[in-house]
């Protein structure tokens, strides 16, 4: 049974830094893309930042030099560390694995709230 698991969201004032954790099981880590997804109620769920299996890197625009995405195969876990955060940062961050080898495999974790107010 392949499980994402989301942890480090919370409530921190404009300006602060908080660190996301996804740690996984049933899947062969390694070989996976990993991404941190974020949604806002009655909005689209937008792609933040990506790590391929080779350790390379994408962000969104409104998110580079603060955000940094790493992963840490020998515990299964990718993380999110969030400096400088904003209000408009506020959002259910998802984590999602992603492979393509012949068939698709897609997961998604069950969301960590992420609220930036003073």
């Known amino acids: 049974q392949v499980q994402l698991v989301e942890s480090g969201g919370g409530l921190v004032q404009p300006g602060g830094s908080l660190r996301l954790s996804c740690t996984t099981s049933?899947?062969?880590?390694?070989?996976?893309?990993m991404g941190w997804y974020r949604q806002t109620p009655g909005k689209e769920r937008d792609l933040v930042a990506t790590?391929?299996?080779?350790?390379?890197?994408n962000y969104r625009d409104s998110v580079k030099g603060r955000f940094t995405i790493s992963r840490d195969n020998a515990k299964n876990t990718v993380y999110l560390q969030m400096n400088s955060l904003k209000p408009e940062d506020t959002a259910v961050y998802y984590c999602?694995?992603?492979?393509?080898?012949?068939?698709?495999?897609?997961?998604w974790g069950q969301g960590t709230q992420v609220t930036v107010s003073s």
């Open positions: 790590i391929y299996s080779n350790g390379g890197t």
């Open positions: 049933g899947i062969t880590f390694n070989l996976y893309t």
């Open positions: 999602n694995a992603d492979i393509r080898l012949g068939a698709r495999r897609n997961y």
